[in-house]
Nanobody, 126 residues
């Protein structure tokens, strides 16, 4: 079973830091690009950061550029989001996403699908 489990969320004061983790299982993690999304109440889900399967390339939303860092450890099947210089507007549920998992059907043909974690709450407040 494909599974993504986020952890590391919590409460932090403005200017503080949080490190989110996403543990992956049920697919070949080292072949999968990974994303972090976030969603605040009443707002559209936003792509925050993405990383290639080998970790060689990353990209970020303008709103977090310079403050957040996505990384991965393929030996641990884990992707991370280091969030520094946190602002109240960073408050959201953060989701780990595997956008293009390739699996084989029972008939042996390959197909592609995405997967999402359950989310972890990050709150930035005084």
């Amino acid at each position: 079973q494909v599974q993504l489990v986020e952890s590391g969320g919590g409460l932090m004061q403005p200017g503080g830091s949080l490190r989110l983790s996403c543990a992956a299982s049920g697919f070949t993690f080292s072949s999968a690009a990974m994303n972090w999304y976030r969603q605040a109440p009443g707002k559209e889900r936003e792509l925050v950061a993405r990383i290639t399967s080998d970790g060689g390339r990353t990209s970020y939303a303008d709103s977090v550029k310079g403050r957040f860092t996505i990384s991965r450890d393929n030996a641990k099947n884990t992707v991370y989001l280091q969030m520094n210089s946190l602002k109240p507007e960073d408050t959201a549920v953060y989701y780990c996403n595997a956008p293009s998992i390739r699996q084989r059907s029972s008939m042996g043909s390959y197909y592609t699908f995405d997967a999402w974690g359950q989310g972890t709450q990050g709150t930035v407040s005084s």
